[in-house]
């Protein structure tokens, strides 16, 4: 089992910008992948950002490329979401996830954490 804790989330103005954290832990040793997730209410769950761990590289969804970073701290088992320019629109609640190596899906989540963008 993997557990992910998500932090940072918050209300803030359109333009402005908000850190997420997702820590993990347990049996990380099998991680393939994490990513971060958002879901809106009345909208479908929407991929945002993921991490491949072995290699570094990174995947963004079409509506965050250019304003989302996504990066990762291996010692803490930890990956991060900077978002800027946020705008109502990415207004969700936002969950981190982690895949295992030969998964074909993510599957673990943490309890997500709410992102309110006031325009």
């Known amino acids: 089992q993997v557990q992910l804790v998500e932090s940072g989330g918050g209300l803030v103005q359109a333009g402005g910008s908000l850190r997420l954290s997702c820590a993990a832990s347990g049996r990380t040793l099998s991680t393939y992948a994490m990513g971060w997730f958002r879901q809106a209410p009345g909208k479908e769950r929407e991929f945002v950002a993921g991490?491949?761990?072995?290699?570094?590289?990174?995947y963004y969804g079409d509506s965050v490329k250019g304003r989302f970073t996504i990066s990762r701290d291996n010692a803490k088992m930890a990956i991060y979401l900077q978002m800027n320019s946020l705008k109502s629109e990415d207004t969700a609640v936002y969950y981190c996830?982690?895949?295992?190596?030969?998964?074909?899906?993510?599957?673990?989540w943490g309890q997500g954490t709410q992102v309110t963008v006031s325009s």
């Open positions: 996830a982690s895949r295992e190596v030969g998964a074909q899906d993510y599957r673990y």
């Open positions: 991490f491949r761990w072995v290699g570094g590289r990174t």
